[in-house]
């Protein structure tokens, strides 16, 4: 099993290298903000992935969330992801990291696999790690959206 949970800031600036993302710099005002997540999904051409989360910010405030992704392309599969984490740049206010931020994967896993991906919305940013189970093959174009759980 691939374990990245404990270092997705670096993780988010490799994978931002190599997407051609310059990091940005910590503005005044800016919040650490950090995402704990668990997940499930399926895939046929069409991706479906629903979980539950909670947002964790160094000013105090958290939030309990729902998080879920659509997308589409050459794809196929179901997977869990139990222990996901993810951290967010350019964020002033906690409901800043609500919306939907532009996906594109491309994986391949069996039985046990991790994933990582950077994610943009606007000017925040966020840095998704986990590990999980499943099997999944294919490409994909779409969106994940984080919203506050009623």
Same mark, same amino acid.
């Given at each position: 099993?691939?374990?990245?949970?404990?270092?997705?800031?670096?993780?988010?600036?490799?994978?931002?290298?190599?997407?051609?993302?310059?990091?940005?710099?910590?503005?005044?005002?800016?919040?650490?903000?950090?995402?704990?997540?668990?997940?499930?999904?399926?895939?046929?051409?069409?991706?479906?992935?629903?979980?539950?989360?909670?947002?964790?910010?160094?000013? @105090? &405030?958290?939030?309990? *969330?729902?998080?879920?992704?659509?997308?589409? #392309?050459? !794809?196929?599969?179901?997977? %869990?992801?139990?222990?996901?984490?993810?951290?967010?740049?350019?964020?002033?206010?906690?409901?800043?990291?609500?919306?939907?931020?532009?996906?594109?994967?491309?994986?391949?896993?069996?039985?046990?696999?991790?994933?990582?991906?950077?994610?943009?919305?606007?000017?925040?940013?966020?840095?998704?790690? @986990? &590990?999980?189970?499943? *099997?999944?093959?294919?490409?994909?174009?779409? #969106?994940? !959206?984080?919203?506050?759980? %009623?």
């Amino acid at each position: 099993m691939i374990r990245m949970r404990s270092r997705p800031a670096a993780l988010a600036a490799v994978l931002g290298l190599a997407l051609g993302i310059a990091p940005q710099a910590r503005a005044a005002g800016d919040i650490d903000c950090r995402l704990d997540y668990q997940l499930s999904g399926w895939s046929i051409i069409y991706k479906r992935t629903s979980g539950t989360g909670r947002v964790t910010c160094d000013n @105090g &405030s958290s939030m309990a *969330v729902k998080v879920s992704a659509h997308a589409v #392309g050459l !794809t196929v599969g179901k997977w %869990k992801v139990d222990d996901g984490q993810g951290e967010f740049s350019g964020v002033h206010d906690i409901r800043d990291v609500l919306g939907t931020y532009a996906q594109a994967s491309a994986n391949a896993g069996a039985v046990k696999s991790g994933e990582a991906q950077v994610l943009t919305k606007g000017d925040v940013s966020l840095a998704l790690a @986990g &590990s999980g189970r499943g *099997v999944n093959l294919g490409v994909d174009i779409g #969106g994940f !959206t984080i919203e506050a759980a %009623k």
